[in-house]
Nanobody
Framework: QVQLVESGGGLVQAGGSLRLSCVAS????????IGWYRQAPGKQRELVAA???????NYADSVKGRFTLSRDNAKNTVYLQMNSLKPEDTGVYYC???????????????WGQGTQVTVSS
């Protein structure tokens, strides 16, 4: 059973910064992709930033230039550095990791429990 544990959320004023961490229970090198999603109240979960194994990071247009996805393979940890935060960045942030499980390309997605980020205006 893969576990993803997020931390680093909190309350911050607009313009501030937070760094989210996601620690996996196994080597993150075993995942085909890993990243962060968020869900604002009353809205669907959306991609924030993710990267395929060995590939470049992809960002939602709304966070480009402000958020940075990084990883420490030795610590099985993925980070999301969030700068210049805006009230619309408020939501629950989830770590997500995917594995391809067969030759047809079927994937299994693992989710963390989420961490709340609240940006006040």
């Amino acid at each position: 059973q893969v576990q993803l544990v997020e931390s680093g959320g909190g309350l911050v004023q607009a313009g501030g910064s937070l760094r989210l961490s996601c620690v996996a229970s196994r080597s993150i090198l075993r995942f085909d992709s890993i990243g962060w999603y968020r869900q604002a109240p009353g809205k669907q979960r959306e991609l924030v930033a993710a990267a395929a194994s060995g590939g470049p990071s992809n960002y939602a247009d709304s966070v480009k230039g402000r958020f940075t996805l990084s990883r420490d393979n030795a610590k099985n940890t993925v980070y999301l550095q969030m700068n210049s935060l805006k009230p619309e960045d408020t939501g629950v942030y989830y770590c997500s990791a995917q594995r391809v499980v067969n030759v047809e390309g079927a994937r299994v997605t693992h989710w963390g429990q989420g961490t709340q980020v609240t940006v006040s205006s």
